[in-house]
Antibody, heavy 121, light 110 residues
Framework: QMQLVQSGSEVKKTGSSVKVSCKTP????????LHWVRQAPGQALQWMGF????????KYAQEFQGRVTITRDKSMSTAYMELSSLRSEDTAMYFC??????????????WGQGTMVTVSS | QSVLTQPPSASGTPGQRVTISCSGS????????VNWYQRLPGTAPQLLMF???QRPSGVPDRFSGSKSGTSASLAISGLQSEDEADYYC???????????FGGGTKVIVL
């Protein structure tokens, strides 16, 4: 079963940055768009952006522009999502996800287990 | 405020049919396929439906999806207690150049 394995939970101070990793064992998803989605407590799912498979070109949701950086290290089979200038509203569960099957954009059928990021002052 | 509009909750008794709506616009649902997710507490979202009406392997045929114009819907027939969860619609938005989600619908099995 293909899977994505994320790094552990984080507790950060307001104004700092967090970097979450997403490992794709065996380079299974090297040629897939790798997306990041978050869900704050009591809120809806929120798409943050993706990184393309061939030239590692990132694309970000407008609300995160300037604060999020998505990268990929193919040699480590790992993708990263770094969010800076953290505020309390960034407290959320962060997921990486890919479309591995027949669905189009947004049909994420493989997800990481989630990384809880807690931001406090 | 979510780009796609869903009712906050829906309910039914075991065995009943429940339908969840997802309303959008010409730049999202009107021009792209709709996907649906089930989110159970403590677990990652699970893809329930893709390309409007296609079930991934392993999803029971009690779940069905449809799309018409700028709206989509997910139906659960023969409602079961394990269907109690949050459900989200999602699609690509051509104007925002982003994946957009609905606000989520909590299904309650009475």
């Amino acid at each position: 079963q293909m899977q994505l394995v994320q790094s552990g939970s984080e507790v950060k101070k307001t104004g700092s940055s967090v970097k979450v990793s997403c490992k794709t064992p065996g380079n299974t998803f090297t040629y897939r768009y790798l997306h990041w989605v978050r869900q704050a407590p009591g809120q809806a799912l929120q798409w943050m952006g993706f990184i393309t498979p061939f030239n590692d070109d990132p694309k970000y949701a407008q609300e995160f522009q300037g604060r999020v950086t998505i990268t990929r290290d193919k040699s480590m089979s790992t993708a990263y999502m770094e969010l800076s200038s953290l505020r309390s509203e960034d407290t959320a569960m962060y997921f990486c996800a890919v479309v591995a099957g027949d669905g189009g954009v947004g049909a994420f059928d493989i997800w990481g287990q989630g990384t809880m990021v807690t931001v406090s002052s | 405020q979510s780009v796609l509009t869903q009712p906050p909750s829906a309910s039914g008794t075991p065995g009943q049919r429940v339908t969840i709506s997802c309303s959008g616009s010409s730049s999202n649902i009107g021009s792209s396929a709709v996907n649906w997710y089930q989110r159970l507490p403590g677990t990652a979202p699970q893809l329930l439906m893709f390309s409007n009406d296609q079930r991934p392997s392993g999803v029971p045929d009690r779940f069905s999806g449809s799309k018409s114009g700028t709206s989509a819907s997910l139906a659960i027939s023969g409602l079961q207690s394990e269907d109690e969860a949050d459900y989200y619609c999602a699609t690509w938005d051509d104007s925002l150049h982003a994946v957009v989600f609905g606000g989520g619908t909590k299904v309650i099995v009475l």
